[in-house]
């Protein structure tokens, strides 16, 4: 199952590679310039090889900032994503916090005469962690499966952190 990462992580991402892309690109074709325009005097009497090496150098600096600006938009599309998925979050959240209750779970995951204390440790979190992704599954239809398992992950965290028996 792929790894959950939110939108407001991959936005922050793609910030930091626009600003590193935007940098570079514009640094290095200044670089490129002055090396055409002997202010930095690299080639001298290199002829075809300091046409080829600046062209080929400025072309790369020039896609090293186009990729810096379409990374600095989709970080802007990415943040708009992430308010909606923390609006989401919240909202599921919310409706945990309202419906789900420790006790109330762990006494459905229980098979027939069988006791909490029969259980494993692993027993006991994936029969639980399945209820809950079941009540969130049943309650918001058309979540992505890593944004549940993540948010699962999370909420039984806070919710068993005590001693991993004791419900909120």
């Known amino acids: 199952m792929p790894q959950y990462r939110s939108s407001e992580a991959k936005a922050e991402d793609n910030r930091t590679s626009a600003c590193t892309l935007l940098a ?7 670089a490129v310039l002055l090396v055409f325009f002997d202010v930095i005097p690299l080639y001298q009497n290199a002829g075809i090889t300091k046409y ?5 150098m400025g072309a790369m600096f020039v896609l090293f ?3 810096g600006f379409v990374s600095m938009r989709d970080s802007k599309l990415l943040s ?12 599921i959240t919310r409706w945990c916090q309202e419906n789900l209750d420790g ?9 027939e005469e069988e006791s909490l204390d029969d259980l494993t440790e692993e027993e006991k979190y ?14 918001f239809m058309n979540l992505d499966e890593a944004f549940v398992e993540a948010f699962v992950d999370g909420y039984y965290q806070e ?3 005590d001693n991993g028996d004791n419900g909120r």
């Open 126 to 139: 994936y029969r639980r962690t399945e209820k809950i992704r079941a009540a969130i599954d049943d309650k």
């Open 159 to 161: 919710m068993y952190e």
């Open 24 to 30: 570079v690109g514009g640094i290095g074709f200044v």
């Open 52 to 56: 080829l090496v600046c062209g080929v």
């Open 65 to 67: 900032i186009v990729f």
């Open 103 to 111: 006790a109330v779970i762990d006494g459905e995951i229980l098979e």
């Open 80 to 91: 708009v994503k992430a308010k909606s998925e923390n609006s989401l979050l919240s909202e």
